[in-house]
């Protein structure tokens, strides 16, 4: 039967279950076929630290939230049209967040007793009323696949674990979506027989959506317009590990990682390891402290250093960093922050590294500090952080999220001449040479890498004398070198463009940092859409800061910072600026939703 | 390193190795001497000055590279080994040589010393054993014997010590020599062997702390006990120590483990003879009670693969195949589309 075709500005979707059901694939399918179809779109993976809590329970839910529409957007929404639950835990987890009146796709065969108490649910969701105000669509999801799959001999287990492509078929058709690349995708991953059972139970999950008539609509979702070029969905971590691949083309330097595997950032080190043919270096060292001195040894070297963590293991390196920036070595120190302090929330997101950042360093010894707003942004971010690593040679951090780290977005990638090469000189001549004679612009020292003739000479943690380099105790030259340290940061900021205030100039001003963007752009321009006069700038620079921050804050009717944090940059922006700017902080491990955020917007303008 | 010598490298003599720098140890330490015996090799090996680096940590010993006219870095406490490895990976055509101490190395360092043993990065690990901490002025180290009283232990340790060639051993070690500050000639050998050796080169150099640990291995380091004290190994030989006078030899017995013998021409045979590929002998030999002598010289050595040769032969492996390095390519990755006008 046909159904009729609506045709939607944009749909929010999330697809939950077990952290054994395949969420995240599933998700990552839409996700990629929808990027094909030409949609601009928005994810957030959302996952338990856990490899797998126990079957059916609410510790144990994973879930793939995913934005879709035909024109820009800048996040993953706050709330889903439609929900996939695949078990009670799921449902009932995920349930509050479905819009009134949202389409929910449930697997009723797990809602039986046993799997009632796991989620410890006392009565059925699906058969107490709580339901009532959503258009819930129930489907035997384990019995349909093996409907489909019975004659490739599979097991019971087997068959059940090819469930998620049977429900994704069938939001598939629900949405207009191409089955082509999943299928694609599912002859090349899996082997036979495995490979014909999801492609089976996929066409299924179509056929059977087209067939039934459990929806009273289709949806069409047509394609945004981007600006011409190629694109492919990226996460931030991709981005970032590519970002770092280019920052080695344009500045003719072997790329070194040094890293220790942790939530969130491990990826990068995965991404990074494959390309060996580019001559990149992947040292996974044996422990966090480990990883930034070979970093900084292989700067030492002559390569580009780059280390790769998280919270906990930034906390590990905060010597080692000290040293990079006494020895004045350029390296790259990502720090994907997760929900802290200790183990805290390795899987979940968080912005309470800034202060750690900035400061978290025995000593006088500041570092400039980059953060990446987006997921492809963290690509620009990376070439960024290594240019200025290299030029004014010192360590950069550069920040980014689980939230974006794991999240991904239409990239457009960038043609090899967009790519201004950043070439780095080594230090070769011996004659008048000194290991700290400085650039007079930048204040950088030479980079005089061993195996140079002429060029021997011993760097390390004692202070130094400018110039010589030898050990120096000496008061006048200690203050003058700490005062130096400090300079050679805030020249940078030649490097860093002015703001520019998007909206309204001189009005409510919206301040933000790093990966929540998104969000506060979007909650910027729902608030202008509603006749608020509000402006906002996004922080790129948090060290230094670019030169017209502090008067675009003196010259703002009020200042609303907002984070993921305890108030982290309005503390440092009230310290600097002395500006009476308003906190919005929220840590819940979670980014900010668009609804908060207006209404926050909303109350200011009051 | 043998492959690295050039016949055109001008000489170098040992003042071409001193840096400009006053050295700032105590009169009388052990270090004087090694730094010395160090920068005599160093001219003699037929490496160019430019291609050395000299990796250290935190103590009196990672002071070293100040004093190395080569390229240096002193880097933080326990680490060192985790530099060198960075800059061996980065640059496998340098001649790196790390120094540590007993602290620096086992203790805040034990992480980082295990894993470059167990990688079997091509470096020289030089470990100064005075089995004290000397920079922050007289605490006990993990190598301190039970019982000793310093300032930190006023009623004697209770910490049971390390023995370093053996947990050098127990990290899968290529290469465990053992040698005296005083013992110039020999420890000269030990270093030609270690640079020499492909892959880790671990050596403990005794050495007297005069301030804080005087004496500590005066019971061999004298002239006229050395001879029953020590056995100087040496592979194939047979295990001889003594005088001319008292013969001695080491033996096997059944317990699986060393005894002192004396040593006629009819007993010779019995006396075993030293394989420095056998590991189990080279625990044996680092480990021998305080009633046996102590062994020096080569204690261990065999060949294995070399971490960063493994390193960058993926590297090459990885650029011979087609279309490899194609920056455009990988910025694509496998699924992409075009918007067109």
């Known amino acids: 039967m046909q159904r009729p075709l609506t045709i939607l500005d944009d749909v929010v979707i999330r697809f939950v279950g077990d952290s054994g059901d395949g969420m995240q694939l599933t998700g990552s399918q839409f996700t990629n076929t929808t990027a094909l179809q030409g949609n601009d779109l928005a994810t957030f993976p959302d996952f338990p630290a856990e490899i797998r809590a126990p079957a059916g329970t609410r510790a144990g839910v994973s879930g793939f939230q995913l934005h879709f529409s035909s024109h820009d957007i800048h996040t993953p929404g706050d709330a889903p049209q439609v929900l996939v639950a695949m078990n009670p835990a799921a449902l009932i987890a995920n349930i509050k967040d479905l819009r009134t009146g949202g389409l929910l796709i449930v697997n009723t065969e797990k809602f039986i007793e046993r799997e009632l108490v796991k989620a410890e649910l006392s009565t059925n969701p699906l058969e107490d009323g709580s339901l009532n105000g959503f258009q819930v669509v129930p489907v035997e999801l384990t019995k349909l696949t093996k409907g489909a799959t019975a004659d490739l001999g599979l097991s019971i287990k087997d068959t059940d674990r090819c469930k998620n492509f049977f429900a994704l078929g069938m939001t598939y058709w629900l949405f207009s979506r191409d089955t082509a690349p999943t299928l694609q995708w599912i002859r090349s991953k899996f082997k036979a027989p495995h490979d014909e059972a999801n492609v089976r139970a996929l066409e299924a999950g179509w056929s059977y959506a087209e067939t039934l008539e459990l929806f009273h609509e289709r949806y069409e979702v047509p394609p945004a317009s981007l600006p011409t070029g190629d694109y492919r969905n990226i996460t931030g971590n991709e981005a970032l590990a590519l970002g770092l691949l280019t920052a080695s083309h344009q500045t003719g330097l072997p790329l070194f990682l040094g890293a220790y595997p942790i939530t969130p950032a491990s990826d990068i080190l995965h991404y990074l390891a494959r390309f060996k043919d580019f001559g990149v270096i992947t040292f996974q060292a044996e422990d966090e402290i480990a990883a930034i001195s070979a970093t900084i040894g292989a700067a030492f070297g002559g390569a580009l250093g780059v280390t790769t963590s998280s919270g906990p293991g930034i906390a590990l390196k905060g010597e080692a960093l000290g040293l990079a920036v006494m020895t004045e070595l350029p390296i790259v120190v990502v720090d994907v922050q997760r929900g802290g302090p200790s183990t805290g929330l390795p899987t979940k997101t968080e912005q309470s590294d800034l202060l750690l950042a900035m400061y978290g360093r025995h000593g006088e010894a500041p570092m400039p500090v980059i953060a990446a707003s987006t997921p492809g942004d963290c690509f620009r971010a990376a070439t960024e952080a290594a240019r200025v690593a290299t030029k004014y040679m010192m360590p950069v951090m550069l920040l980014t999220d689980g939230y974006i780290a794991n999240g991904s977005e239409p990239w457009k990638v960038p043609d090899l001449h967009e790519l201004t090469p950043q070439p780095v000189v080594f230090e070769t001549k011996a004659e008048g040479f000194l290991p700290y004679r400085r650039d007079p612009t930048t204040l950088a020292r030479p980079w005089a890498i061993p195996g140079t003739p002429g060029l021997e000479h011993r760097i390390g943690g004692l202070e130094k004398q400018d110039g010589t380099g030898n050990v120096s105790y000496d008061p006048a030259n200690h203050e003058h070198m700490v005062r130096l340290r400090a300079d050679k940061v805030r020249r940078i900021e030649a490097d860093v463009p002015e703001l520019v205030v998007y909206g309204d100039v001189g009005a409510l001003l919206v301040v933000s940092w790093g990966g929540t963007f998104g969000s506060i752009r979007t909650a910027v321009d729902d608030a202008r859409a509603q006749g608020l006069r509000v402006g906002h700038i996004h922080l790129r620079w948090l060290n230094p800061f670019p030169a017209n921050l502090g008067a675009l804050l003196l010259g703002a009717e009020r200042v609303l910072v907002c984070e993921l944090n305890m108030g982290q940059l309005a503390g440092i922006l009230r310290a600097r600026f002395l500006v009476d700017a308003v906190s919005y902080a929220q840590v819940q491990g979670k980014p900010f939703r668009v609804s908060n955020v207006l209404a926050k917007i909303q109350t200011l303008s009051a | ?341």
């Open chain 2, 1 to 341: 390193m043998s492959q690295f010598e050039d016949p055109s490298t001008p000489a170098l003599s040992k003042r071409d190795l001193m840096s400009d720098q006053t050295i700032r140890w105590c009169p009388g330490c052990g270090d004087y001497s090694i730094l010395s015996q160090v920068q005599t090799v160093f001219a003699e090996l037929g490496i160019p000055k430019e291609r050395f680096a000299v990796v250290s940590g935190i103590g009196c010993s990672s002071r070293f590279p100040y004093y190395m006219n080569t390229y240096g870095f002193h880097t933080i406490h326990g680490r060192a080994p985790a530099f060198a490895t960075g800059l061996k990976l980065a640059n496998p055509e340098l001649s790196v040589w790390q120094i540590t101490g007993d602290g620096d190395a086992l203790s805040i360092g034990g992480n980082h010393f295990i894993h470059v043993l167990r990688r079997n990065v091509d470096i020289q690990l030089l470990l100064f054993n005075n089995r004290i901490y000397g920079l922050t002025k007289g605490q006990y180290s993990p190598t301190s014997e039970e019982g000793k009283k310093t300032k930190s232990t006023p009623m004697g340790s209770v910490d049971h010590p390390f023995e370093p060639c053996a947990l050098a051993l127990g990290a899968e070690a290529t290469f465990v020599a053992r040698t005296v500050d005083v013992f110039t000639t020999e420890q000269r050998d030990v270093l030609r062997a270690a640079n020499d050796h492909r892959g880790t080169s671990f050596v403990e150099i005794w050495q007297n702390c005069n301030i804080f640990n005087d004496g500590a291995f005066a019971d061999i380091t004298d002239k006229k006990a050395r001879a029953e004290k020590v056995i100087f190994v040496e592979h194939g030989q047979p295990l001889l120590f003594g005088t001319p006078e008292a013969r001695k030899g080491l033996r096997l017995n059944a317990r699986l483990a060393l005894e002192v013998m004396d040593v006629n021409d009819a007993n010779l045979s019995e006396v075993l003879v030293h394989d420095e590929t056998n590991p189990v002998l080279g625990m044996l030999l680092s480990r021998m009670k305080p009633t046996m002598p102590v062994a020096m010289g080569v204690i261990h050595r065999v060949s294995r693969a070399i971490y960063e040769e493994g390193v960058h032969a993926q590297l090459k492996l990885a650029a011979s195949k087609p279309g490899a390095g194609d920056l455009r390519k990988a910025l694509l990755g496998s699924s992409s589309w075009t918007v067109a006008r």
